[in-house]
Nanobody, 123 residues
Framework: QVQLVESGGGLVLPGGSLRLSCAASGRTFSNYAMSWFRQAPGKDREFVAGMRSISTYYTDSVKGRFTISINNAKNTVYLQMSSLKPEDTAIYYC??????????????????WGQGTQVTVSS
């Protein structure tokens, strides 16, 4: 069993930065694919960024602005977000693919999810 707990969301001005954290308990990250998704009101859950071993993947709208990273010693995955825009406003979720550890944009491919953390970008 894996439990994921996100933190770090909040209200930020356009152009600002936030760092989201996702702490895992139960197993270590090293054999997983870890990803961040987001869901805005009235929209489907959207892939944002993913990481497996040293390979990282980003959706086009966040490339150059967001960075995913993992601290295996702390069993924590991060999403550093910079140059935030109002359209980045959403609930952000971390997800772990354990049984088929590949980064994919398909939410159903992930085995475990966190509870989500709200990010609001507004002036």
């Amino acid at each position: 069993q894996v439990q994921l707990v996100e933190s770090g969301g909040g209200l930020v001005l356009p152009g600002g930065s936030l760092r989201l954290s996702c702490a895992a308990s139960g197993r270590t990250f090293s054999n997983y694919a870890m990803s961040w998704f987001r869901q805005a009101p009235g929209k489907d859950r959207e892939f944002v960024a993913g990481m497996r071993s040293i390979s990282t993947y980003y959706t086009d709208s966040v490339k150059g602005r967001f960075t995913i990273s993992i601290n295996n010693a702390k069993n924590t995955v991060y999403l550093q977000m910079s140059s935030l825009k109002p359209e980045d406003t959403a609930i952000y979720y971390c997800a772990a693919a354990v049984f088929n550890p590949a980064v994919t944009r398909i939410p159903g491919a992930y085995d475990y999810w966190g509870q989500g953390t709200q990010v609001t970008v507004s002036s």
